[in-house]
Nanobody
Framework: QVPLVESGGGLVQEGGSLRLSCAAPRRIFGTYAMGWFRQAPGKEREFVAVISWSSTIIFYGDSVKGRFTISRVNAENTVYLQMDDLKPEDTAVYYC????????????????WGQGTQVTVSS
């Protein structure tokens, strides 16, 4: 299993911001689409965002559109998720996911997952 390493989670008040990071091995990062999912207790895993290897294709889940921004820096082998205007319903474990195309990632059928990072938004 290739490690995807997430960081940046934590506790934040409603309306605040956090930036998540996910680092991947170079041999994969440069050609793979990268995405984020989240899972809250008792709920199904939810798609958050995906970005193609060239950053030309980006999609967001409906619940985060206009508040979250996904980006990547290929030279750093890192994908970011900037989360603004956070709400209590954003509380979840956030997972990084990678695969060969944005469609594969968005359908959660890629090869690699991270261990997850907890985001908690207090009201």
């Amino acid at each position: 299993q290739v490690p995807l390493v997430e960081s940046g989670g934590g506790l934040v008040q409603e309306g605040g911001s956090l930036r998540l990071s996910c680092a991947a091995p170079r041999r994969i990062f440069g050609t793979y689409a990268m995405g984020w999912f989240r899972q809250a207790p008792g709920k199904e895993r939810e798609f958050v965002a995906v970005i193609s290897w060239s950053s030309t294709i980006i999609f967001y889940g409906d619940s985060v559109k206009g508040r979250f921004t996904i980006s990547r820096v290929n030279a750093e082998n890192t994908v970011y998720l900037q989360m603004d205007d956070l709400k209590p319903e954003d509380t979840a474990v956030y997972y990084c996911h990678s695969g060969r195309t944005t469609d594969i990632v968005q359908s959660a059928k890629g090869e690699y997952w991270g261990q997850g990072t907890q985001v908690t938004v207090s009201s």
